[in-house]
Protein backbone atom coordinates (compact mmCIF):
# COMPACT_ATOMS: atom_id res chain seq x y z
CA UNK A 1 0.00 0.00 0.00
CA UNK A 2 1.18 3.65 -0.60
CA UNK A 3 0.11 5.25 3.03
CA UNK A 4 2.62 5.01 5.71
CA UNK A 5 0.30 2.24 7.52
CA UNK A 6 -0.20 -0.34 4.95
CA UNK A 7 4.00 0.20 4.50
CA UNK A 8 4.50 0.09 7.79
CA UNK A 9 4.67 -3.96 9.11
CA UNK A 10 6.23 -4.63 12.17
CA UNK A 11 8.03 -7.83 12.66
CA UNK A 12 7.65 -9.49 16.08
CA UNK A 13 11.34 -10.69 16.54
CA UNK A 14 12.61 -12.38 19.61
CA UNK A 15 8.64 -12.34 21.35
CA UNK A 16 9.33 -8.75 22.50
CA UNK A 17 6.24 -8.02 20.92
CA UNK A 18 5.82 -5.36 18.12
CA UNK A 19 5.69 -1.91 20.40
CA UNK A 20 9.05 -2.72 21.03
CA UNK A 21 10.46 -3.38 17.54
CA UNK A 22 8.04 0.26 15.79
CA UNK A 23 9.73 3.48 14.91
CA UNK A 24 6.04 5.20 15.05
CA UNK A 25 4.55 6.13 18.48
CA UNK A 26 2.64 2.79 20.49
CA UNK A 27 0.12 0.78 20.26
CA UNK A 28 1.01 -1.05 16.86
CA UNK A 29 -2.30 -2.38 15.19
CA UNK A 30 -2.25 -5.94 15.78
CA UNK A 31 -3.08 -6.32 12.16
CA UNK A 32 0.03 -5.04 11.14
CA UNK A 33 2.43 -6.72 13.42
CA UNK A 34 3.47 -9.92 11.67
CA UNK A 35 4.19 -12.90 14.43
CA UNK A 36 6.57 -14.97 13.78
CA UNK A 37 5.05 -18.14 13.91
CA UNK A 38 3.04 -16.95 11.09
CA UNK A 39 6.49 -15.82 8.81
CA UNK A 40 7.50 -19.37 9.53
CA UNK A 41 4.16 -21.03 8.62
CA UNK A 42 4.60 -18.94 5.47
CA UNK A 43 7.65 -20.00 4.80
CA UNK A 44 6.69 -23.65 5.53
CA UNK A 45 3.87 -23.53 3.07
CA UNK A 46 6.51 -22.44 0.52
CA UNK A 47 8.81 -24.68 1.15
CA UNK A 48 5.80 -27.89 0.96
CA UNK A 49 4.38 -26.57 -2.38
CA UNK A 50 7.90 -25.56 -4.29
CA UNK A 51 7.52 -21.53 -4.43
CA UNK A 52 9.74 -19.09 -4.02
CA UNK A 53 9.25 -16.84 -1.73
CA UNK A 54 9.83 -13.01 -1.97
CA UNK A 55 8.98 -11.05 0.56
CA UNK A 56 8.48 -7.33 0.27
CA UNK A 57 10.14 -5.49 3.82
CA UNK A 58 8.54 -2.20 5.07
CA UNK A 59 9.93 0.98 3.99
CA UNK A 60 8.23 3.41 6.04
CA UNK A 61 10.28 3.08 9.30
CA UNK A 62 11.55 7.01 8.65
CA UNK A 63 10.78 9.66 10.12
CA UNK A 64 9.89 11.82 7.13
CA UNK A 65 9.99 10.92 3.28
CA UNK A 66 13.68 13.14 3.12
CA UNK A 67 15.27 11.09 5.97
CA UNK A 68 16.40 7.32 5.64
CA UNK A 69 14.69 4.34 7.33
CA UNK A 70 15.68 3.21 11.02
CA UNK A 71 16.58 -0.77 9.95
CA UNK A 72 16.54 -1.98 13.27
CA UNK A 73 13.44 -4.22 13.20
CA UNK A 74 14.29 -5.09 9.44
CA UNK A 75 18.18 -6.44 10.62
CA UNK A 76 16.61 -8.48 13.62
CA UNK A 77 14.30 -10.10 11.32
CA UNK A 78 16.67 -10.56 8.57
CA UNK A 79 19.01 -12.15 11.42
CA UNK A 80 16.74 -14.79 12.28
CA UNK A 81 15.36 -15.99 9.06
CA UNK A 82 19.42 -16.37 8.42
CA UNK A 83 19.98 -18.08 11.82
CA UNK A 84 17.31 -20.44 10.90
CA UNK A 85 18.75 -21.06 7.24
CA UNK A 86 14.75 -20.30 6.07
CA UNK A 87 14.43 -20.41 2.34
CA UNK A 88 13.65 -16.78 0.92
CA UNK A 89 14.60 -16.23 -2.62
CA UNK A 90 14.44 -12.30 -2.40
CA UNK A 91 13.43 -9.43 -0.43
CA UNK A 92 11.89 -5.97 -1.87
CA UNK A 93 12.06 -2.79 0.11
CA UNK A 94 8.73 -0.56 -0.02
CA UNK A 95 6.08 -0.50 -2.36
CA UNK A 96 5.17 2.00 -4.61
CA UNK A 97 6.78 5.28 -2.71
CA UNK A 98 7.61 7.45 -5.02
CA UNK A 99 6.83 10.51 -2.38
CA UNK A 100 9.91 9.42 -0.30
CA UNK A 101 12.80 11.07 -1.82
CA UNK A 102 14.94 8.98 -5.03
CA UNK A 103 18.14 9.54 -3.73
CA UNK A 104 17.13 8.38 -0.03
CA UNK A 105 15.32 5.49 -1.42
CA UNK A 106 18.45 4.76 -2.75
CA UNK A 107 20.76 4.96 -0.05
CA UNK A 108 18.19 2.30 1.76
CA UNK A 109 18.73 0.32 -0.77
CA UNK A 110 22.28 0.23 -0.23
CA UNK A 111 21.83 -0.69 3.28
CA UNK A 112 19.64 -3.44 2.77
CA UNK A 113 22.38 -4.84 0.35
CA UNK A 114 24.91 -4.69 3.12
CA UNK A 115 22.71 -5.99 5.50
CA UNK A 116 21.69 -9.04 3.24
CA UNK A 117 25.27 -9.81 2.55
CA UNK A 118 26.04 -9.58 6.05
CA UNK A 119 23.76 -12.23 6.65
CA UNK A 120 24.13 -14.14 4.29
CA UNK A 121 27.99 -14.33 3.37
CA UNK A 122 27.72 -16.86 0.80
CA UNK A 123 26.11 -15.75 -2.76
CA UNK A 124 24.91 -19.22 -3.20
CA UNK A 125 22.64 -18.94 -0.16
CA UNK A 126 21.77 -15.39 -0.46
CA UNK A 127 18.33 -13.71 -1.14
CA UNK A 128 17.85 -11.32 -3.81
CA UNK A 129 17.99 -7.93 -3.34
CA UNK A 130 14.57 -6.70 -5.77
CA UNK A 131 13.46 -3.34 -6.65
CA UNK A 132 12.41 -0.34 -6.41
CA UNK A 133 8.53 -1.78 -6.88
CA UNK A 134 7.26 1.52 -8.18
CA UNK A 135 4.72 3.24 -10.74
CA UNK A 136 6.39 3.42 -14.15
CA UNK A 137 8.20 7.25 -13.36
CA UNK A 138 11.61 7.47 -15.80
CA UNK A 139 12.32 11.24 -13.91
CA UNK A 140 12.48 8.81 -10.47
CA UNK A 141 14.78 6.23 -12.16
CA UNK A 142 16.94 8.40 -13.60
CA UNK A 143 18.38 9.38 -10.21
CA UNK A 144 17.33 5.99 -8.35
CA UNK A 145 19.20 3.81 -10.63
CA UNK A 146 22.69 5.55 -11.13
CA UNK A 147 22.95 5.36 -7.43
CA UNK A 148 21.65 1.83 -6.64
CA UNK A 149 22.28 -0.17 -9.55
CA UNK A 150 25.07 -2.21 -9.02
CA UNK A 151 23.35 -3.37 -5.95
CA UNK A 152 20.02 -4.78 -7.10
CA UNK A 153 20.02 -8.13 -8.58
CA UNK A 154 16.23 -7.59 -9.75
CA UNK A 155 15.08 -3.97 -10.96
CA UNK A 156 10.94 -4.50 -10.61
CA UNK A 157 8.42 -1.55 -11.50
CA UNK A 158 4.56 -1.83 -11.36
CA UNK A 159 2.53 -1.47 -14.70
CA UNK A 160 -1.78 -0.96 -15.10
CA UNK A 161 -2.79 0.32 -18.45
CA UNK A 162 -6.37 -0.01 -18.05
CA UNK A 163 -8.62 1.99 -15.02
CA UNK A 164 -11.44 -0.53 -12.62
CA UNK A 165 -13.72 1.98 -13.05
CA UNK A 166 -13.27 2.81 -16.66
CA UNK A 167 -16.90 1.60 -18.10
CA UNK A 168 -15.69 1.54 -21.16
CA UNK A 169 -12.53 -0.52 -20.29
CA UNK A 170 -14.35 -3.63 -22.33
CA UNK A 171 -13.85 -2.03 -25.83
CA UNK A 172 -10.26 -0.32 -25.11
CA UNK A 173 -9.08 -3.95 -23.90
CA UNK A 174 -9.17 -5.11 -27.15
CA UNK A 175 -7.86 -2.31 -29.08
CA UNK A 176 -3.94 -2.23 -30.42
CA UNK A 177 -3.43 1.34 -28.56
CA UNK A 178 -4.43 -0.17 -25.33
CA UNK A 179 -1.61 -3.09 -25.78
CA UNK A 180 1.08 -0.82 -27.01
CA UNK A 181 0.53 1.60 -24.05
CA UNK A 182 2.07 -1.27 -21.77
CA UNK A 183 4.96 -1.16 -23.28
CA UNK A 184 5.02 2.41 -24.06
CA UNK A 185 5.10 2.64 -20.08
CA UNK A 186 7.77 0.73 -19.44
CA UNK A 187 9.90 1.26 -22.20
CA UNK A 188 11.75 4.54 -20.74
CA UNK A 189 12.40 2.09 -17.34
CA UNK A 190 13.70 -0.54 -19.55
CA UNK A 191 16.35 1.37 -21.11
CA UNK A 192 17.28 3.39 -17.72
CA UNK A 193 17.96 -0.28 -16.37
CA UNK A 194 19.59 -1.21 -19.68
CA UNK A 195 21.98 1.99 -18.11
CA UNK A 196 22.97 1.69 -15.07
CA UNK A 197 22.04 -2.18 -13.44
CA UNK A 198 22.88 -4.00 -17.33
CA UNK A 199 23.14 -7.13 -14.59
CA UNK A 200 20.28 -7.02 -13.40
CA UNK A 201 17.27 -9.38 -14.45
CA UNK A 202 14.07 -6.94 -14.77
CA UNK A 203 10.18 -7.99 -13.78
CA UNK A 204 7.56 -6.51 -13.91
CA UNK A 205 6.54 -6.86 -10.26
CA UNK A 206 3.19 -5.77 -10.19
CA UNK A 207 0.86 -5.94 -13.41
CA UNK A 208 -2.63 -6.18 -14.83
CA UNK A 209 -5.01 -4.68 -17.52
CA UNK A 210 -6.27 -2.19 -14.97
CA UNK A 211 -5.69 -0.77 -11.55
CA UNK A 212 -8.09 -0.22 -8.95
CA UNK A 213 -8.99 -3.96 -8.34
CA UNK A 214 -9.58 -4.30 -12.15
CA UNK A 215 -12.98 -4.50 -13.47
CA UNK A 216 -15.59 -7.06 -12.88
CA UNK A 217 -16.72 -8.57 -16.04
CA UNK A 218 -13.45 -7.46 -17.87
CA UNK A 219 -10.43 -8.45 -16.22
CA UNK A 220 -11.59 -11.52 -14.77
CA UNK A 221 -13.08 -12.74 -18.00
CA UNK A 222 -11.45 -13.78 -21.82
CA UNK A 223 -11.05 -9.86 -22.74
CA UNK A 224 -8.48 -9.95 -20.12
CA UNK A 225 -6.73 -13.41 -21.82
CA UNK A 226 -5.67 -11.12 -24.82
CA UNK A 227 -4.35 -8.50 -23.23
CA UNK A 228 -2.55 -10.88 -20.91
CA UNK A 229 -1.10 -13.09 -23.40
CA UNK A 230 0.42 -10.26 -25.52
CA UNK A 231 1.67 -8.66 -22.90
CA UNK A 232 3.85 -12.18 -21.97
CA UNK A 233 5.23 -11.49 -25.84
CA UNK A 234 6.10 -8.06 -25.04
CA UNK A 235 7.99 -8.66 -22.15
CA UNK A 236 9.76 -11.58 -23.35
CA UNK A 237 11.20 -9.93 -26.16
CA UNK A 238 12.67 -7.48 -23.76
CA UNK A 239 14.18 -9.57 -21.49
CA UNK A 240 11.87 -9.38 -18.79
CA UNK A 241 12.45 -13.10 -16.70
CA UNK A 242 9.54 -12.98 -14.57
CA UNK A 243 5.53 -11.22 -14.92
CA UNK A 244 4.15 -11.17 -11.49
CA UNK A 245 0.56 -11.08 -12.15
CA UNK A 246 -1.81 -9.17 -9.78
CA UNK A 247 -3.33 -11.21 -8.42
CA UNK A 248 -3.37 -14.88 -8.00
CA UNK A 249 -6.43 -14.26 -5.77
CA UNK A 250 -8.52 -10.90 -5.20
CA UNK A 251 -9.74 -8.12 -6.74
CA UNK A 252 -11.65 -7.95 -10.01
CA UNK A 253 -8.50 -9.32 -11.66
CA UNK A 254 -7.33 -12.34 -10.10
CA UNK A 255 -6.37 -15.70 -11.68
CA UNK A 256 -8.46 -17.48 -9.55
CA UNK A 257 -12.09 -17.11 -8.97
CA UNK A 258 -12.85 -15.42 -5.52
CA UNK A 259 -15.38 -17.57 -4.54
CA UNK A 260 -15.23 -20.47 -5.99
CA UNK A 261 -10.94 -20.57 -6.41
CA UNK A 262 -11.93 -22.12 -10.26
CA UNK A 263 -9.79 -20.49 -12.46
CA UNK A 264 -10.56 -17.56 -14.87
CA UNK A 265 -9.63 -17.46 -18.34
CA UNK A 266 -6.23 -15.49 -17.95
CA UNK A 267 -5.28 -18.94 -15.87
CA UNK A 268 -5.38 -21.50 -18.73
CA UNK A 269 -3.85 -18.55 -20.88
CA UNK A 270 -0.61 -18.16 -19.22
CA UNK A 271 -0.35 -21.62 -18.15
CA UNK A 272 -0.45 -22.76 -21.66
CA UNK A 273 2.45 -19.88 -22.22
CA UNK A 274 3.97 -21.75 -19.50
CA UNK A 275 3.79 -25.10 -20.48
CA UNK A 276 4.93 -24.38 -23.94
CA UNK A 277 7.11 -21.57 -24.48
CA UNK A 278 10.94 -21.51 -23.81
CA UNK A 279 13.14 -19.21 -22.48
CA UNK A 280 14.26 -18.22 -25.79
CA UNK A 281 12.86 -15.59 -27.86
CA UNK A 282 12.68 -16.39 -31.68
CA UNK A 283 12.51 -13.14 -33.71
CA UNK A 284 8.99 -12.79 -35.69
CA UNK A 285 6.86 -10.19 -37.85
CA UNK A 286 3.54 -10.52 -39.14
CA UNK A 287 2.74 -8.67 -42.20
CA UNK A 288 -0.14 -8.05 -44.65
CA UNK A 289 -1.02 -10.95 -47.09
CA UNK A 290 -1.92 -8.89 -49.78
CA UNK A 291 -2.97 -5.31 -48.65
CA UNK A 292 -6.76 -6.55 -49.78
CA UNK A 293 -8.01 -9.99 -48.32
CA UNK A 294 -6.51 -8.12 -44.40
CA UNK A 295 -7.30 -4.52 -44.30
CA UNK A 296 -3.78 -4.42 -41.97
CA UNK A 297 -2.47 -6.28 -39.50
CA UNK A 298 -2.71 -4.12 -36.44
CA UNK A 299 -5.35 -6.64 -34.79
CA UNK A 300 -3.04 -10.03 -35.72
CA UNK A 301 -0.08 -9.89 -33.11
CA UNK A 302 2.51 -12.91 -33.06
CA UNK A 303 5.67 -14.30 -30.76
CA UNK A 304 7.66 -17.00 -31.26
CA UNK A 305 9.73 -19.28 -28.93
CA UNK A 306 11.55 -22.40 -28.67
CA UNK A 307 9.23 -24.76 -27.31
CA UNK A 308 9.76 -25.84 -23.95
CA UNK A 309 11.16 -29.29 -23.40
CA UNK A 310 11.38 -30.01 -26.96
CA UNK A 311 14.90 -29.75 -28.71
CA UNK A 312 15.06 -27.95 -31.72
CA UNK A 313 11.49 -27.08 -32.43
CA UNK A 314 9.23 -23.84 -31.78
CA UNK A 315 6.11 -22.36 -30.75
CA UNK A 316 4.46 -19.46 -32.50
CA UNK A 317 1.26 -17.65 -30.46
CA UNK A 318 -0.81 -15.84 -32.62
CA UNK A 319 -3.54 -13.33 -31.29
CA UNK A 320 -6.34 -11.89 -32.66
CA UNK A 321 -8.40 -8.95 -31.20
CA UNK A 322 -10.68 -8.29 -33.96
CA UNK A 323 -13.75 -9.23 -32.78
CA UNK A 324 -14.85 -9.52 -36.72
CA UNK A 325 -12.32 -10.30 -38.73
CA UNK A 326 -11.14 -13.70 -39.59
CA UNK A 327 -7.18 -14.31 -40.99
CA UNK A 328 -7.05 -17.29 -43.26
CA UNK A 329 -4.67 -18.63 -45.53
CA UNK A 330 -1.63 -17.74 -43.57
CA UNK A 331 1.59 -18.29 -44.91
CA UNK A 332 4.94 -18.47 -42.86
CA UNK A 333 8.29 -17.15 -43.93
CA UNK A 334 11.41 -19.31 -42.93
CA UNK A 335 9.01 -22.24 -41.61
CA UNK A 336 8.81 -25.22 -44.87
CA UNK A 337 6.92 -27.78 -42.65
CA UNK A 338 3.71 -26.88 -41.14
CA UNK A 339 2.84 -30.02 -39.49
CA UNK A 340 1.72 -28.71 -35.92
CA UNK A 341 -0.37 -28.75 -32.53
CA UNK A 342 -2.43 -26.15 -32.11
CA UNK A 343 -4.04 -24.86 -28.90
CA UNK A 344 -6.52 -22.46 -29.69
CA UNK A 345 -7.90 -20.51 -27.05
CA UNK A 346 -11.73 -19.00 -27.63
CA UNK A 347 -14.88 -17.95 -25.72
CA UNK A 348 -18.42 -17.21 -26.57
CA UNK A 349 -18.00 -13.81 -26.20
CA UNK A 350 -14.83 -11.01 -23.96
CA UNK A 351 -17.07 -10.90 -21.65
CA UNK A 352 -16.97 -14.80 -20.70
CA UNK A 353 -15.82 -16.58 -17.51
CA UNK A 354 -15.47 -20.05 -19.14
CA UNK A 355 -13.15 -20.29 -21.77
CA UNK A 356 -12.84 -22.76 -24.55
CA UNK A 357 -9.59 -25.20 -25.95
CA UNK A 358 -9.98 -25.80 -29.95
CA UNK A 359 -13.93 -25.84 -28.84
CA UNK A 360 -14.42 -27.28 -25.41
CA UNK A 361 -14.53 -25.68 -22.58
CA UNK A 362 -12.26 -25.75 -19.69
CA UNK A 363 -13.44 -26.80 -15.95
CA UNK A 364 -11.81 -28.45 -13.34
CA UNK A 365 -12.63 -32.09 -12.99
CA UNK A 366 -15.31 -33.71 -10.30
CA UNK A 367 -12.07 -33.74 -7.86
CA UNK A 368 -10.92 -30.60 -8.24
CA UNK A 369 -7.70 -31.00 -10.98
CA UNK A 370 -7.01 -28.95 -13.61
CA UNK A 371 -8.73 -30.63 -17.18
CA UNK A 372 -5.94 -31.51 -19.48
CA UNK A 373 -4.81 -29.38 -22.12
CA UNK A 374 -4.89 -31.28 -25.40
CA UNK A 375 -3.70 -30.01 -28.90
CA UNK A 376 -5.26 -30.84 -32.14
CA UNK A 377 -3.46 -32.11 -34.83
CA UNK A 378 -2.64 -30.22 -38.14
CA UNK A 379 -1.16 -31.74 -41.17
CA UNK A 380 1.18 -29.50 -43.24
CA UNK A 381 -1.55 -29.23 -46.15
CA UNK A 382 -4.18 -28.01 -43.75
CA UNK A 383 -4.55 -24.32 -43.35
CA UNK A 384 -3.69 -22.03 -40.89
CA UNK A 385 -6.57 -20.34 -39.62
CA UNK A 386 -7.15 -17.63 -36.94
CA UNK A 387 -10.88 -16.49 -35.80
CA UNK A 388 -11.76 -13.44 -34.62
CA UNK A 389 -10.76 -12.76 -30.86
CA UNK A 390 -8.77 -16.14 -30.55
CA UNK A 391 -5.46 -16.87 -29.07
CA UNK A 392 -3.77 -19.95 -31.03
CA UNK A 393 -0.36 -21.63 -29.42
CA UNK A 394 0.65 -23.16 -32.38
CA UNK A 395 3.75 -26.17 -31.60
CA UNK A 396 5.68 -26.63 -35.07
CA UNK A 397 6.34 -30.11 -34.57
CA UNK A 398 8.42 -31.37 -37.08
CA UNK A 399 10.66 -28.00 -38.10
CA UNK A 400 13.41 -27.79 -36.39
CA UNK A 401 15.64 -24.75 -36.05
CA UNK A 402 18.89 -24.02 -35.74
CA UNK A 403 18.85 -21.29 -32.74
CA UNK A 404 16.84 -23.65 -30.84
CA UNK A 405 19.36 -26.92 -31.20
Not at 49 to 60: A, D, Y
Request: with cysteine.
Amino acid sequence: ETDDKGDSIVYNVGGLGCDHWSFHPPPVDPAFCLSMQRWDDIVEFCDRTNINLVFGLNGMSRPSNTQPSNFTNIDAFLQRIAAKKQRVYGFEFGNELPKVDAKVMASDYLTLRSLINKHWPSASSRPLLIGNDDNPDASYQAVFLPLVGDALDVYTYHNYVGYGLDPNLLNEIVTTSFLDKGWANASPLYKLKQQYAPHAQIWAGEIAAAWHSGRAGVTNRFASSLWYVDTFGVLTAHNHSALCRQTLLGGNYGLLNRTTYAPNPDYYAGLLWHNLMGNSVVDVAVSSQDGTQWQGTDTLRGYAHCSRGTTGTVVLVLINIDETLTYSNITLTGVTDLQRDEYSLSADGLMSETVLLNGVSLHLTHDGHLPPLNPVQFSSSDPLVIPPTTIKYIHFTSEHVDVCQ
